[in-house]
Structure formats: structure tokens, C-alpha cells
């Protein structure tokens, strides 16, 4: 079967020769995280949280035997939807994507926050299934593979079920069950109101079967009026049918809650000690807080004992958060037939007992904790950990033309783009971090090429550099910070050949720093990284940061 990969390759044989005179190599690429919060010690037996640090949110996790299967949303990146895989819920490897040929999906148009919100992941069979929302780019589909790592099916669309989150739940009894967030019956009593919907799913058709029916209105107390019901999941244990949903909205008073029932069409009766898991409770001002904790997802251990999956995220100056929403892991405690995930005023602990059958020590960089990563671009295809800003229409990341070195051709799209710009972009995952690379500078005017922090459309700082007409290299630093962005540091460099470019992050100051074969300078230090902070950005993604380069000829 013709892959992904060789139709976007037929299309840069295709490319005409001005477009491969404008390509910029790049050597390797660097990121290194420091963050103190890792530096403590990981004793034997334990795990550190986030078990995926930086911008991983919405965790959906399923059970395939021994094995274990996690999805995130990516929203408007491509490949879109990573599946993890792992043995012992600690240590993950990402195998594939759910969403990885430009056929399955189209982001063009939209602001990077839209796109796949909030996948699920179930196992029934022998069949994978995921579900999920393209906000404003089709709607609610399911996708299906035998393989978790791929390929996954083609979208089959659900076009009656509106709203977001949808998960499957299977009955003892065979017959399978779609839930969703949607609007209530009637109008909404106030901002924020919404509804659990539950309906039997076709597995064969892959298509909703009879009526819809709301098992939750508002929340778990409609009186208090609670926000956002969303990300429901069913499970079944001695008998009760438990749901349990996020509630309060993706900010600092996200929380999950949990209702039970004997029957599974309800009616569902909450949790007297509501909520299982939140934040909230906390003091605003205790040191390396995390927030936002929230949309959890449970699976059985092998061993008999139940975990959850959960977003949250780790804020600096209060408020911020760079490394977005990230994906935790703690175990269910079960007390008198309900479970909780965290007591009421206890903090998100950083180093936690791993789960009994995890074999050695749980190191987990690339994921978690403070290590150096590195690609040296000599792979025959890129490293799973590269996302682009929405599905790419050509193949500007090229990794033949110079073997041992990453070759971009340009597109003329800004970061500023809603459509596809040559970026490639690496999750920032640390609130202190150096991350660093090697190009050649643009051989003539008209190309601008270097290494960007962007955060989403609005947001970001582009280090590049240009061939000027008289051949000398201009170094310069832009800014966009929700305006049109300006340059605000310009810099002369000899006219060699080679250039080492370096963002250094330290939780909201950024610096700019190059090597044009002299060490290392600073172009400009100290300048405001809380732009990249999605409480400042808006939306919901994380921080990311790469190699870019553009095309600066005039049409």
C-alpha cells in the first residue's frame, strides 16, 4: 500500500528547481531539560509525575491483555492523536498515530486550538477502537485498527451525535454504548450547562443504535450549577455501573467526579464526597504547584488494583504554564464501593510507588524527568516526537536530499499562518530547558531560516537568520505576542557559512543566543517567555519549538 510518507516524497521530486535552490540543512537539533522539580531523588520502586511531561493532554488509556494503550489530544497538529504503549503504565513508547495521511483529516483555516479534542481508546475483540471530536473540521467520528500502532481506519462520521467527548463502554452482555457531552434538553439554565448523553453503538454499522437519553444534566449538583460536564467514562465493577466525568471547566477548578447506578441507563447517583480528584482546595501560593487537575481515565491493573490517568499542569509566577495540560498517573483507592483518585487537600505528590509489577528503575526521559535529547537527523524517517502546525499539502521536511541532516524547503507561510508553515516542532516539557541547533545560513536573499518557540498562531519568537543582497548573514529575533510581530533585536554576522542557534527557557524569560564560530552570545536575554504560557496564549495546547525556515521572495 502506498504510504503517507513516499506520496508527500512524489511530491518533492515533483517540486520545481527553485524550491530546492531555497532549502536550508540543518545539522541536529538539542533539547535539554533542567527543571529542580526533577532533581529529586526517584527511590526504588517509584515513578515520577507527569508520566508524560509537556503537552499531553486529554488522556484516554485502554487495557489489551499485559499491555497498555494512551492516547492525548493534539488539537491542530499532524500527526495527530499519538497511541503509547506500555507494560507497567510508567514507562511509555509512542508506536504510531491515529491521525497520520493527510486523508483522514484537514486543519487548514483553523486556530491550532481547534482540531482533535479529547480521544478515547477501547479494546473489544480484538478490535482497537478510538473516538474523537474534529471541532470545526468534521465533527464526531470513530477509527478503528488490529494494530494499535496503525494504520488506523479512514474516519467513519457520526453525524448525530453532536457535542464532544465520546467514549464506548461494552457490557458484560455484549451490547456496546456511546457516551458524549452535549447540550442539555431544552435550554441551557446558565453558562456552562451541559449534558452526559447515552446511547447503544452499532459495532458492525460503527453507527449509533436507538434513542439518546441524558444521564447527567448540569453536573453531579444541578443546584450549585456546575460547568462543563464533559469527558465521561462508564465502567463496571461488582455489579454498579460507575460514571464518572470531568467537571468545572480545563482551568484551576477542573476536577473529576463520579456517580454510580445499578442499572446502566441510571439514574446515576453521585458520590457524596465529590470530587475524587482536583487542586482547587489548595493553597494558591504553595511552591511548584500543580494545577488544573482533571479528565481522568481509569484501567484495571494487573495485579487487581485500578489507576487513573489524568490531566494537569505545572505552573510558574502563579498562573503560567508553558509545557500545557500533561498527563499524570495515580492509583484508585476503592472505599465502600466508590473509588477516589486523591484525598480532599492533598497535593499531587511528584514521586509516587510504582505499580507492583514494575520491573528496575522507572526512568522515563524522554517523557519524564530531566534528560538531553538529541536527533541527528540520520534516520530514514523523522523521530515520532516532530509535529507539524496542521496537515502539510508538500513534503518541505526532507530527510534524503543531505543524508545526516534535516533539509527544509521553505513555504512562504509565516507562523502567523492557519495553514501549514515549514516548521517542525519538539513539545517544550520543562520550565527550565536549552534547546539548540546547527544550519547552514540561507546561501542567497530571500529565505529566512533559524528556531522558533511558538506557542500557537499569535504567539511565538522566531531566532532567524537571512542572506542579505550584499551577502552578509542578518541575525534577527521576532516577536508576536497576539499583534502583528516585530523585529526586536537585528544583529550582523560575519559572512560564514555554518551557525549554531540556541532558545534557553526559564520558566517566563526567555533567551536568544547564537554561535557564529566565535562561542556562544546572547542576542537578547531575559525577554518575556509568559507569551508562551497558554493562560496568556488562550487555548489549549503547550509550548513547542523547532527548526523553521520561510520563503521570502515576493510573489
Known sequence: ?????????????????????????????????????????????????????????????????????????????????????????????????????????DFDGLQLSRGVFAPTISFHGGTFYVLNTAVDS????????????????????????????TSLFFDDDGKAYLLNNDAPEGEPLYDGHRAIWLREFDLEKLQPAGEAKVVVNGGMDIAQKPIWIEGPHLYKRDGWYYLSCAEGGTGPQHSQVVARSRNVWGPYVPYEHNPILTQRDLPDDRAEPVTNAGH?????????????????????????????????????????????????????????????????????????????????????????????????????????????????????????????????????????FEASTALDVPARPGVAAGIAAFQNEAHWYFLGVRRTAGGKAQLFLEKSAGKPAETIATATLAAGKTLKLKIAGNEGAYSFGYDDGDGWRWLRQGEDGTILSTDVAGGFVGATLGPYARSEESE
Not at 145 to 159: H, I, N, Q, R, T
Not at 365 to 381: C, I, K, M, T, Y
Open 1 to 105: 500500500m502506498r504510504t503517507a510518507g513516499f506520496a508527500l516524497l512524489s511530491l518533492l521530486l515533483a517540486a520545481p528547481a527553485a524550491w530546492a535552490q531555497q532549502a536550508v540543512a540543518f545539522d541536529w537539533f538539542e533539547y535539554v531539560g533542567k527543571d529542580a522539580a526533577f532533581e529529586q531523588p526517584l527511590p526504588p520502586g517509584h515513578y515520577r509525575n507527569p508520566i508524560l511531561a509537556g503537552f499531553h493532554p486529554d488522556p484516554g488509556i485502554a487495557r489489551a491483555g499485559d499491555k497498555y494503550y494512551l492516547v492525548n489530544s493534539t488539537f491542530g497538529y499532524f500527526p495527530g492523536i499519538p497511541v503509547f504503549e506500555s507494560d507497567d503504565l510508567v514507562h511509555w513508547r509512542q508506536i504510531g498515530s491515529v491521525i497520520d495521511r493527510p486523508s483522514q483529516l
Open 138 to 165: 468534521g465533527g464526531n467520528y470513530i477509527v478503528t485498527a488490529k494494530d494499535p500502532a496503525g494504520p488506523w481506519s479512514e474516519p467513519v462520521w457520526l453525524p448525530t451525535v453532536g457535542g464532544i467527548d
Open 296 to 432: 481522568a481515565d481509569l484501567v484495571e491493573g494487573r495485579d487487581g488494583r485500578w489507576w487513573a490517568v489524568f490531566l494537569a499542569s505545572r505552573n510558574y509566577g502563579g498562573t503560567h504554564y508553558n509545557t500545557g495540560r500533561e498527563t499524570y498517573l495515580l492509583p484508585v483507592e476503592w472505599k465502600d464501593g466508590w473509588p477516589t483518585i486523591l484525598e480532599h487537600g492533598r497535593a499531587i505528590p511528584r514521586v509516587a510507588p510504582a505499580p507492583s509489577w514494575v520491573q528496575g528503575a522507572a526512568r522515563q526521559a524522554p517523557l519524564s524527568g530531566n534528560f538531553a535529547w538529541r536527533d541527528e537527523f540520520d534516520q530514514p524517517r523523522l523521530d515520532r516526537a516532530w509535529l507539524r502546525v496542521r496537515v502539510p499539502k508538500t513534503a518541505w521536511a526532507d530527510l534524503a536530499a543531505r543524508p545526516g541532516a534535516l533539509t527544509i524547503h521553505p513555504l512562504a507561510e509565516n507562523l502567523d499562518t492557519l495553514r501549514n508553515p515549514s516548521f517542525l516542532a519538539r513539545r517544550q516539557q520543562h520550565l527550565v
